[in-house]
Each structure stands twice: as C-alpha cells, then as structure tokens.
C-alpha cells in the first residue's frame, strides 16, 4: 500500500461530459503530480503541485485542470471528454520536489463510450 | 533530458538472479539513476536510486558503472511476483526535473 488513495477507481462516461479524480497524498507528502497511462502513449507526466501551487506542466491539454486544496488532496477535471482521453490517470506524491521518490495511487481507470 | 534504453523484454526462472541493463549515454553529472516498476493493474512503485555508488535496499541493488553511461538493477532471487515492467529513469537533482519522464521499459517475465 503506497498511501496515495485515488477515487473513483472506474469511471465510465460518454463524449462531451467532464469529471473529476480525486487523489488523496501520503500523510506528510507535500507534492502531488498527475500522469496519464494509455496504451499508444504509455505513462505521460500531466502537472504537479507543491503544496497549493502549480509547479510543473507537462502534455497537459487546455480541456484539463487540477487544483490542490488546502488539505492537500488534489483533483484533476477533464472536459469535453473525447474517445482518446479513455486511459489510465495516476495520481503520485511526494515530501517535496525535485528528486525524492514518488509514491503512486492505484488510478482511476476512464472509458469513454 | 537525457534518455534511457532499455530491452523490451527479459526473462527469468524463479528463485534466480536477475540482472536488468539501462544505457544512459548522455547522462550528466546532476543525473540520479531512478528505477521504478509497474506490477500490473497497479501504479509504477519505487524501486531504488543512485548517484555514482553501488546502491542496496530491501527489494534490489542498483550497480553503476565507473563512467555513469549504464547502470544495472538487481533482482537478486526472482519470484513470480517480480513480473513487471521495469523503468529506468533520469532525474535532474539540481531541481529543473522534477516529473518523472518514464520510457517504454523492460517487460520482467518470471518462470516458475
């Protein structure tokens, strides 16, 4: 058990709907960052945040956001939802940034029908 | 960053070493070596990390070659429950790099 909780762990939606995954770090973990798992582009790094603050985009598109609350949970919204944004989204944490390790969640699986 | 190569994929007996190579050839000096894996249906987990030295934790060694352009992670008793996808990655500890850029990796098959 990494002690990064993400929910849901299945997701199922249709074109054009937007939801919401919740993750939840490690006790103490400051950073939370994002990634996304599909099978054509295999595990891509999305955005980081350090305790309320973006600090790290990467192939993040303009339909998503994130943000990190005070209780530093984190969630991640996805808009207009397309067939290809049907993938796995990991959620990682860690103490703070830079090189430490990351700690990841068992992810939120989307199908888009 | 600099980049990694992997083999796509090995195999191995149960109960017996495992030895799994990364070429790193453009690696520079602010480069730590990162391994992490991912068992399936489960998010990538942390492996081990290293700098220039030999490197051991409970689950494996990390043995680094004497010029930095390779490195080597060690199973050192395969079980079936090693069987994953092994990711050796580079990570900037000056602080520009702070996500993980992961590559395909090696695919670990364990035979009972």
């Known amino acids: 058990d990494s002690g990064v909780t993400q929910t849901p762990k299945h997701l199922i939606t249709a074109t054009g709907q937007r939801v919401t995954l919740r993750c939840s770090p490690r006790?103490?973990?400051?950073?939370v960052y994002w990634y996304q798992q599909s099978l054509d582009q295999g595990l891509q790094f999305l955005i980081q945040y350090y305790n309320g603050e973006e600090r790290a985009k990467g192939n993040i598109l303009e339909r998503f956001s994130a943000q990190q609350f005070p209780d530093l949970h984190s969630e991640l919204n996805l808009s207009s939802l397309e067939l290809g944004d049907s993938a796995l989204y990991f959620c990682?944490?860690?103490?703070?940034?830079?090189?430490?390790?990351?700690?990841f969640g068992d992810g939120t699986r989307l199908s888009i029908l | 960053d600099a980049k990694t190569t992997q083999p796509n994929s090995m195999e191995s007996n149960e109960e017996e070493p495992v030895h799994l190579p990364c070429n790193h050839s453009?690696?520079?000096?602010?480069?730590?070596i990162h391994w992490y894996r991912q068992l399936p249906s489960q998010g990538p987990e942390y492996v081990i990390h290293g700098l220039t030295s030999n490197v051991n934790n409970r689950m494996a060694s990390l043995a680094i070659a004497e010029d930095r352009k390779s490195s080597t992670l060690i199973l050192h008793r395969a079980t079936l429950r090693d069987a994953a996808v092994y990711y050796c990655?580079?990570?900037?500890?000056?602080?520009?790099?702070?996500?993980?850029?992961f590559g395909s990796g090696t695919q670990l098959t364990v035979l009972p």
């Open positions: 990682a944490s860690s103490v703070g940034f830079s090189n430490q390790p990351q700690h």
């Open positions: 990655i580079l990570r900037d500890f000056s602080g520009s790099a702070r996500q993980l850029t």
């Open positions: 006790s103490g973990d400051l950073s």
């Open positions: 453009t690696i520079s000096g602010t480069d730590y």
